[in-house]
């Protein structure tokens, strides 16, 4: 999950690197985040929760959980 995260840190910086709005940032994160369910093996009971809330949710619903997501793991870079 750390080696995820730190990579989806890094490519947030890289997109608002090049000047792209967080809302375009965010539909990016919702692409990954439909890669991710579509593809992925959950391998712990987080992922598998989360994989859990995207299979449910609607578009928006997952578009919110991707921008929480990409936030959360921002602010924890940003904090250490």
């Known amino acids: 999950m750390e ?5 989806l ?3 947030i910086g ?3 690197g090049v000047g792209l709005s967080d809302s375009a940032v965010a539909a ?7 890669f991710l369910a579509r593809f992925a093996d959950p ?4 992922q598998r929760l989360l994989k859990e ?5 609607t ?9 929480m997501i990409a936030k959360m793991v921002v602010q924890e870079r940003t904090q250490h």
């Open 3 to 7: 080696e995820f995260k730190s990579l």
């Open 9 to 11: 840190v890094k490519a």
């Open 14 to 16: 890289v997109a608002k």
């Open 28 to 34: 990016l994160a919702t692409r990954l985040g439909d």
């Open 43 to 46: 391998a712990d009971r987080e």
């Open 53 to 57: 809330l995207w299979d449910v949710g």
């Open 59 to 67: 578009e928006a619903e997952r578009q919110a959980l991707a921008r």
